[in-house]
């Protein structure tokens, strides 16, 4: 699998559990680093704030966003991302259970790389989560971190 963490963005706390339970059921051994909202997910990406001394150039091989988030939305932690040259690549999987229309279509908009909605059943999690891992940190290829700016 790929080296790096994942970053979960999740404010329920019930949802990072059935998470972690779930990658690690499913063998994900990368670290999962969880951040409970949207300005605490900022900090840590651009090592400010509580993150003071993170070194923004460690980016994840992926981030799990959620959309309804205390503080800043999932769509602007997104829209911040994208607009930043050092994180603009990072693939980013909204997970959330939105059904709505205009969620996707915003999520997609603002450059998200994948929208999975949050089975209710524990079982279709965990295959969820399955692929979500077997896709990012196995099968896709990301872009070089050398010679280029995230």
């Known amino acids: 699998m790929k080296q790096g963490n994942i970053l979960l963005v999740e404010d329920n706390p019930d949802d990072v559990k059935l998470t972690e339970r779930a990658f690690k059921k499913c063998g994900i051994i990368n670290p999962l680093m969880v951040v409970t909202d949207g300005a605490a997910a900022l900090d840590y990406l651009f090592g400010t704030g509580a993150h003071t001394g993170r070194d923004p150039a460690d980016i994840p091989a992926v981030m799990l966003l959620d959309l309804k988030?205390?503080?800043?939305?999932?769509?602007?932690?997104?829209?911040?991302?994208?607009?930043?040259?050092?994180?603009?690549?990072?693939?980013?999987?909204?997970?959330?259970?939105?059904?709505?229309?205009?969620?996707?279509?915003?999520?997609?908009?603002?450059?998200?790389?994948?929208?999975?909605?949050?089975?209710?059943?524990?079982?279709?999690?965990?295959?969820?989560?399955h692929q979500l891992g077997l896709y990012w940190l196995l099968l896709n290829e990301s872009p070089p971190r050398t010679g280029s700016p995230q």
């Open 69 to 129: 988030l205390p503080k800043i939305s999932g769509l602007e932690v997104l829209r911040r991302l994208r607009a930043d040259t050092r994180t603009r690549r990072l693939p980013v999987v909204i997970l959330t259970s939105s059904k709505e229309d205009q969620d996707i279509i915003a999520s997609y908009d603002l450059g998200a790389n994948s929208y999975v909605r949050k089975p209710v059943d524990y079982d279709q999690f965990l295959d969820a989560v």
